[in-house]
Structures are given as structure tokens and as C-alpha cells.
């Protein structure tokens, strides 16, 4: 059985999608290998039009926490497909399923594989989408005495900040997600319009919480070749940083925090639980058994 989730190119890194290997690799020891035959489609928006494409080898889809989200058309299930829980009401109900096998993420697993035990450094750190992440978010989190969170990091770099954050600003929803499950306040960001509000609305309606996010210009990044503009550019760059540093401020300073109710994440992570206890009885069964010799 053969992991499914989004790899970036050229060997780049984002926390949502990096948590795949390093937490199932925790859940389920043993069970996933490189047998393309069966797919397990993991954390992240991954239910889409494209899906199976991705996994065109397998002849069966076990589906764990994961979300509807980009590509276009109709998806199509069919008999090749196990849908165990999804991220939110608003999957099961565009794939046509039963409501309550719209639990939550499957990363609010990570409450049981890793404990918020850190000491608070930052008061406020901003964790930037990854395509928006760099020098220029490093800055302006500087400038301001913010923590900064890069979502490129390593998942245990990642993990280790967040837990010293008592209120985390983020645009990358799995930084929300995540905090959440660690019991760390939350305010959504979004600088960038490709953010798409469907995947937040989803997972929200899991937690209870509305999602209201916050918006503020997005920061280009700094010019880093050097030539007879660079001066200008400084400026220029310092300007905007200003400016986005200013708004970010305020929505730190003005905008409510939210966290789920600890009585409703450690329900849904025992839900979550007690399917994952379900797909490992069906793999013991030999429900996933691979037709290769």
C-alpha cells in the first residue's frame, strides 16, 4: 500500500504535505510500502479530478482524512474507493456520502504522536503560505518581535515552533490545523487570492468555528540580484514591508483568536482514532491485499 499525497518539485517542502511521511510512518508502522496497487491518499485537499490519475495503478483507494478541493469536473467514486472519514461535512457532502464520515483533518492525529510541552518564546509568530514564504515574511516578523514559522521547514522544526507560540497568525491552513490540535490560538490569514476558502470552510465546520479570515496585501518578495537599481529597490521593498507589517500587526492586536473547545478536538480525535483502528482490522483481514505476486 502506497502512500498518496502532494510532493512539490525540485525537492521543496510544505508542512501539510510533509506531515504525511512523518505521521503515518508513526500511526500505522508497517503498513505502507511501495506497492502502488493499493493507494492511501493522505492529508490534504487531494479529492479531485486528478486523483486518479495519481493513483491509475491501484485498483483500490483507501481514503483517511483527506480533503475535496482544486481541480475541476465531477468526481467520480467508484467500488476501487474506501473512504474512511474525510476532513469536513462540505467533502461528504460534494462526494455524495454520509455527513458523519465528515469527521475532521487527519492531522489533528498529531495530537497523538507529538505533546505540546515547550516553553512560550513568541506571543505572535506568522506562518506565510509556502508559495509566499522567504526573506521578505523573515523581515517583517523581525521588525515586528513576531516569531516567524516557514512552512519549508522540517516538520519537527515546524511542530517545535508552533508549540512555542501562544496565538499563531497563519495562511497556510495546515499551520491552523496543527495548532489546534496543540491547543495554541489561531488567526487565519490570507494575502494571496489563490487561498482557497472551500478547504478553511471545510475543516472549520469540523471544529465548530466559523471561518472568518483576515486580509492583508500580499508581500513580494525582496529583489536579491544586485545591479545599479538595487538602492531603489531597497526602498521599495522596505515600503512594503512596512506596510504589510502594519496591517499584520493590527489583525494581531484587533482580530479575535480562535481555538476549538478541548471537549470537541479530543472527540474527533477519538473518532479519527477509532477508524484508523477500523483500517487496520481491514488490513489485518486482508482487505487491501495485493493481487501482485
Request: hydrophobic share 40%.
Amino acid at each position: 500500500m502506497k502512500l498518496c499525497y502532494h510532493k512539490l518539485i525540485d525537492g521543496l517542502r510544505n508542512f501539510g504535505d510533509d506531515l504525511n511521511p512523518w505521521i503515518w510512518d508513526k500511526l500505522i508502522p508497517g503498513v505502507l510500502d511501495h506497492d502502488e496497487s493499493v493507494a492511501f491518499v493522505g492529508i490534504g485537499s487531494l479529492i479531485n479530478d486528478g486523483l486518479s490519475w495519481r493513483t491509475r495503478h491501484a485498483s483500490k483507494r483507501v481514503i483517511f482524512g483527506t480533503g475535496v478541493g482544486y481541480g475541476k469536473g465531477e468526481i467520480k467514486l467508484d467500488e476501487s474507493y474506501k473512504i474512511y472519514c474525510l476532513r469536513g461535512s462540505l467533502s461528504a457532502k460534494a462526494l455524495g456520502v454520509t455527513e458523519d464520515l465528515g469527521i475532521t483533518d487527519g492531522a489533528v492525529l498529531i495530537r497523538r504522536v507529538y505533546k505540546n510541552t515547550a516553553k512560550k518564546i513568541h506571543r505572535f509568530s506568522y506562518m506565510p503560505h509556502y508559495e509566499l514564504a522567504g526573506k521578505g515574511w523573515e523581515l517583517a516578523c523581525k521588525e515586528l518581535g513576531f516569531g516567524y514559522i516557514d512552512p519549508r521547514w522540517t516538520v519537527e522544526k515546524v511542530l517545535s515552533s508552533i508549540s512555542q507560540t501562544e496565538v499563531l497568525l497563519t495562511e497556510a491552513m495546515h499551520g491552523a490545523i496543527v495548532a489546534d490540535a496543540l491547543r495554541v490560538r489561531w488567526v487565519p490569514i490570507v494575502t494571496n487570492s489563490t487561498i482557497l476558502a472551500f478547504k478553511w470552510q471545510d475543516w472549520c465546520s469540523s471544529i465548530g468555528v466559523e471561518y472568518k479570515p483576515n486580509y492583508i496585501e500580499r508581500l513580494h518578495h525582496p529583489r536579491e540580484k544586485q545591479d545599479i537599481l538595487t538602492p531603489v529597490r531597497s526602498v521599495r521593498d522596505k515600503i512594503r514591508r512596512n506596510k504589510v507589517s502594519k496591517a499584520l500587526k493590527q489583525v494581531a492586536m484587533n482580530q479575535p483568536t480562535f481555538l476549538s473547545k478541548d471537549s470537541c478536538i479530543e472527540t474527533l480525535t477519538v473518532q479519527l482514532e477509532e477508524r484508523l483502528h477500523l483500517f487496520q482490522q481491514d488490513v489485518k483481514n486482508g482487505l487491501f491485499e495485493s493481487s501482485i505476486c
